[in-house]
């Protein structure tokens, strides 16, 4: 267990320890994964004066994190989704037996990004069969990079092209967009990671794909021309 | 495997993945599909989140608004109350006992007695249900410090106590029965000094 920031060797149950650290307002130098190990060995019981400030400092840090990576392109900005995933998330957190509550205090964000992208899936479900205008596909309207950014000059451009990205539904298309944009060959005898080996399709469906998703592109930027 | 298993396998392999592929490759990509091909299509689709997420990192950071964040700390503060309700469900008659309340904080009665320096008899008579409530600011707050928990365990913890009240030590002429008293009544009672008394009466 790291102890880095936090100056002490003490067990991650002595609650003197998280008393000084939270009065020394030093939760953001201890990793996640050790707050939710207190959390979870010191008990619903713990002194709330210890308790509820670390989990108020679990939720804040969640809730950032899930805001930095939800489009305010979906419907309600993104925040359905958000409150979707912080549910299953901090829940876990005082379920210590769960597989999530271990999981968090092995990898808080790995389990973290799992538990959005169901959330997402769950949300795109359940717009399918709730269609409302702002979540049906086609009328969607075309996202401005204000939608999520505000007015940065610099970003404006990259900002585009990522929330126009955002709207290809079909990740595969996306993924080999990505791989695409970093140099990986889209086949290739002489290397295994190839774009058309990760995703899983024949060299020329990869080839149409980019195609399409260039086409999109470039049509896109053009209307903002 | 049932489709629980199923479920419970395809979180563990793509928290590996998550965990060991932070910016997925297209060769690590195309070794876990390899391994796992049960869940291909659902890495592929995790690949793909996390070179979103990487490019996003480029961007300015979207911060979150006063609701979310409310939103999200109330969600964190029922979660406590949830997890303490369903320790009380969990133990055979509700709230946590002093017993264990006491084996968490690594102390006993005389340990407890000595540190709140108070009549150990007092803090016995708690702990056996003979104590009825309400408790002082003073003893509270001590016991709240002492067995690092809060007000609402130690309300809990006297109440399921007084529902099962032991027995003081019997008298051999008389029939033993329970009584219980106020916790004033107890004080008053015990063997302290007036000064004392007073001090835990919130008197002084």
């Given at each position: 267990?790291?102890?880095?920031?936090?100056?002490?060797?003490?067990?991650?149950?002595?609650?003197?320890?998280?008393?000084?650290?939270?009065?020394?307002?030093?939760?953001?130098?201890?990793?996640?994964?050790?707050?939710?190990?207190?959390?979870?060995?010191?008990?619903?019981?713990?002194?709330?004066?210890?308790?509820?400030?670390?989990?108020?400092?679990?939720?804040?840090?969640?809730?950032?994190?899930?805001?930095?990576?939800?489009?305010?392109?979906?419907?309600?900005?993104?925040?359905?989704?958000?409150?979707?995933?912080?549910?299953?998330?901090?829940?876990?957190?005082?379920?210590?037996?769960?597989?999530?509550?271990?999981?968090?205090?092995?990898?808080?964000?790995?389990?973290?990004?799992?538990?959005?992208?169901?959330?997402?899936?769950?949300?795109?479900?359940?717009?399918?069969?709730?269609?409302?205008?702002?979540?049906?596909?086609?009328?969607?309207?075309?996202?401005?990079?204000?939608?999520?950014?505000?007015?940065?000059?610099?970003?404006?451009?990259?900002?585009?092209?990522?929330?126009?990205?955002?709207?290809?539904?079909?990740?595969r298309?996306?993924?080999a967009?990505?791989?695409?944009?970093?140099?990986?060959?889209i086949e290739?005898?002489?290397?295994?990671?190839t774009i058309a080996k990760?995703t899983g399709v024949s060299g020329r469906q990869v080839q149409d794909w980019?195609?399409?998703?260039?086409?999109?592109?470039?049509?896109?930027?053009?209307?903002?021309? | 495997?049932?489709?629980?298993?199923?479920?419970?396998?395809?979180?563990?392999?793509?928290?590996?993945?998550?965990?060991?592929?932070?910016?997925?490759?297209?060769?690590?990509?195309?070794?876990?599909?390899?391994?796992?091909?049960?869940?291909?299509?659902?890495?592929?689709?995790?690949?793909?989140?996390?070179?979103?997420?990487?490019?996003?990192?480029?961007?300015?950071?979207?911060?979150?608004?006063?609701?979310?964040?409310?939103?999200?700390?109330?969600?964190?503060?029922?979660?406590?109350?949830?997890?303490?309700?369903?320790?009380?469900?969990?133990?055979?008659?509700?709230?946590?006992?002093?017993?264990?309340?006491?084996?968490?904080?690594?102390?006993?009665?005389?340990?407890?007695?000595?540190?709140?320096?108070?009549?150990?008899?007092?803090?016995?008579?708690?702990?056996?249900?003979?104590?009825?409530?309400?408790?002082?600011?003073?003893?509270?707050?001590?016991?709240?410090?002492?067995?690092?928990?809060?007000?609402?365990?130690?309300?809990?913890?006297?109440?399921?106590?007084?529902?099962?009240?032991?027995?003081?030590?019997?008298?051999?002429?008389?029939?033993?029965?329970?009584?219980?008293?106020?916790?004033?009544?107890?004080?008053?009672?015990?063997?302290?000094?007036?000064?004392?008394?007073?001090?835990?009466?919130?008197?002084?």
């Amino acid at each position: 267990m790291t102890e880095e920031g936090s100056g002490s060797s003490l067990p991650v149950t002595n609650i003197d320890r998280w008393r000084r650290i939270i009065s020394e307002g030093a939760l953001d130098s201890v990793p996640m994964e050790e707050i939710v190990a207190a959390v979870q060995d010191l008990g619903p019981y713990a002194d709330p004066r210890v308790l509820n400030p670390l989990m108020l400092h679990i939720t804040d840090a969640l809730t950032a994190l899930l805001r930095k990576r939800v489009w305010r392109t979906h419907s309600n900005d993104g925040n359905d989704i958000i409150d979707r995933a912080h549910a299953a998330v901090i829940d876990a957190v005082l379920q210590p037996q769960s597989a999530d509550g271990k999981a968090l205090r092995e990898c808080f964000e790995a389990r973290v990004a799992l538990r959005l992208k169901d959330a997402i899936r769950a949300e795109r479900e359940n717009a399918r069969r709730h269609p409302s205008a702002d979540e049906d596909g086609d009328s969607r309207p075309l996202p401005t990079p204000e939608a999520g950014y505000g007015s940065h000059v610099v970003m404006e451009e990259h900002a585009h092209v990522e929330t126009l990205l955002a709207m290809i539904e079909d990740h595969r298309k996306r993924l080999a967009w990505r791989l695409h944009m970093e140099g990986v060959p889209i086949e290739s005898k002489k290397v295994k990671g190839t774009i058309a080996k990760a995703t899983g399709v024949s060299g020329r469906q990869v080839q149409d794909w980019l195609d399409e998703v260039k086409e999109f592109l470039k049509s896109k930027m053009g209307d903002r021309a | 495997m049932n489709n629980e298993n199923i479920a419970a396998r395809r979180d563990e392999v793509l928290f590996e993945f998550h965990r060991q592929c932070q910016r997925p490759t297209a060769e690590q990509i195309v070794d876990w599909t390899e391994r796992y091909p049960e869940f291909a299509d659902e890495i592929r689709e995790h690949a793909a989140a996390r070179l979103d997420w990487i490019a996003m990192e480029r961007l300015p950071a979207m911060e979150p608004d006063e609701a979310l964040i409310a939103r999200g700390r109330s969600r964190a503060l029922n979660a406590i109350h949830n997890a303490q309700a369903a320790a009380r469900a969990q133990s055979d008659e509700g709230a946590a006992t002093f017993q264990a309340l006491m084996q968490g904080a690594d102390t006993s009665v005389p340990g407890l007695a000595r540190e709140l320096d108070i009549d150990r008899g007092i803090v016995a008579d708690m702990m056996a249900g003979r104590m009825l409530p309400p408790l002082g600011r003073r003893f509270m707050d001590g016991l709240t410090g002492a067995l690092r928990t809060s007000v609402a365990a130690i309300e809990a913890a006297l109440h399921r106590a007084s529902q099962a009240p032991r027995l003081g030590h019997a008298k051999a002429t008389r029939a033993p029965k329970i009584i219980q008293r106020s916790y004033a009544d107890i004080v008053r009672s015990s063997g302290m000094s007036d000064e004392r008394k007073r001090y835990w009466l919130d008197k002084d």
